[in-house]
């Protein structure tokens, strides 16, 4: 690869095959589309918890319970 001297221009660019197509020229870029939030749906309404996370929330409070205690007993 070349590279440029120190404050010297930058190297031409060239396309390379099998690339992105090249942006549009301006100093605005198009916003690729928007992706929905984990959890949401289009209709912004959340999506509800289901059992397994429910599980892993109360082995996780049940867990640090545990930990509490026995760090507040030694």
């Known amino acids: 690869m070349r590279e ?3 404050g010297g221009p930058l190297p031409p660019a060239h396309p390379v095959s099998g690339g ?3 942006q549009p020229d301006g100093d605005r870029v ?3 589309p928007r ?3 984990s959890g949401v749906t289009r209709a ?3 999506v509800p918890s289901t059992r397994r996370q429910y599980a892993y929330g109360g082995a996780v409070a049940l867990l640090v319970l545990v930990l509490l205690v026995v760090g507040i007993l030694r």
């Open 4 to 6: 440029r001297s120190e």
């Open 20 to 22: 992105r197509p090249p």
């Open 30 to 32: 198009p916003n690729p």
């Open 35 to 37: 992706a929905e939030p």
């Open 44 to 46: 912004g309404e959340r």
